[in-house]
């Protein structure tokens, strides 16, 4: 079973799925799970750092696989770009930044990019830069992002901007994605395609420790907020306007309420977030997934979710055997 469109044409792959590039969690084994399942591994190349890429890459073995980056930590390492584009990937994509001073050299390797966006001038800005694929992301996404827009309400603007100014260019829809349902209306909103995070981060091949596995399969929806109390702590200099999306807690909560605080007891907040993660105290330490956390029971091998979510959504489209 197979559901077929422009985007599993454009990338010759069998099902319109992609796996987010997620920093430290899609590394190489689920980057080719999710390929040989017939989707699209997007290996994460995270915040630079290049022993973990190339081992990453190794722990692919050889997969069809392509690249994420955060585009304003890529600007500080972009020897970085020239390692991945020697691989001849299928696509690399850039979020989060600028992608007019990597666009032209990925374009010039050959490969075609993919911009991650929040809002419709992103989109503008990616179409101005020659974005092959669109990835319009709403604030349920897990993980960074911006909270200025819904998936539900993105993708179809985006869609339809994509129609008039660039009718090649495919869009895919992010943020909320888990299962189906989720892949059967991004594609009645007029994707092409999904791209899915916090699904695959509850996959068996993910980074991810089986505690932070438990604690994520043990929250509600409800319990995700948008903060900037993460990177505040882990002393990541995000750029304004981006925040993350992640299970709250009472630690977190407190910080969150109090910013300028956080920032005069800063030591003593950054020490306990350290102790926290060392001891894998999810009272303090949490885990970076989105709304959809609330849909998901089990952690499961990446070949059953792309599977499951298949097999769905071609009965909700009445598209079987498309």
């Known amino acids: 079973m197979t559901l077929h469109t422009r985007l599993t044409d454009f990338l010759a792959i069998r099902h319109p799925i992609l796996l987010a590039p997620m920093a430290m969690v899609s590394g190489g084994r689920l980057a080719a799970a999710v390929t040989a399942a017939g989707g699209l591994g997007l290996l994460g190349g995270g915040y630079g750092d290049a022993a973990w890429l190339r081992s990453e ?36 994509m850039l979020s989060f930044g600028d992608l007019a001073p990597f666009a032209d050299r990925i374009h010039r390797a050959g490969v075609p990019v993919t911009a991650q966006v929040q809002t419709l001038a992103q989109a503008q800005r990616a179409l101005d830069a020659g974005a092959d694929i669109i990835v319009a992301q709403g604030g349920e996404a897990g993980g960074h992002g911006m909270s200025v827009r819904s998936t539900f309400t993105l993708v179809p603007e985006v869609v339809d901007l994509v129609a008039a100014r660039a009718p090649a260019t495919l869009v895919v829809a992010a943020g909320g994605v888990a299962d189906g349902r989720g892949l059967a209306a991004a594609l009645a909103l007029g994707a092409d395609g999904v791209l899915v995070g916090t699904r695959f981060w509850a996959a068996a091949e993910a980074l991810v420790s089986a505690g932070a596995h438990r604690r994520a399969i043990a929250a509600g929806g409800d319990e995700t907020i948008r903060t900037e109390v993460f990177d505040v702590v882990r002393q990541r200099d995000w750029p304004k306007g981006f925040d993350l999306r992640l299970v709250s807690n009472a630690w977190i909560q407190r910080w969150h309420d109090s910013p300028d605080e956080l920032l005069a007891r800063l030591p003593e907040a950054v020490t306990a977030y350290r102790e926290g993660v060392a001891a894998e105290d999810f009272d303090v330490d949490t885990v970076l997934v989105g709304e959809a956390v609330g849909l998901i029971r089990e952690v499961r091998p990446a070949a059953d979710i792309v599977t499951a979510m298949v097999r769905d959504a071609a009965r909700i489209l009445n598209r079987a055997g498309d």
């Open 57 to 92: 890459m190794a722990q692919a073995g050889g997969a069809r696989v392509g690249y994420g980056f955060i585009t304003w930590s890529l600007a500080q390492a972009p020897e970085l770009l020239d390692t991945v584009l020697a691989q001849q990937p299928p696509t690399v």
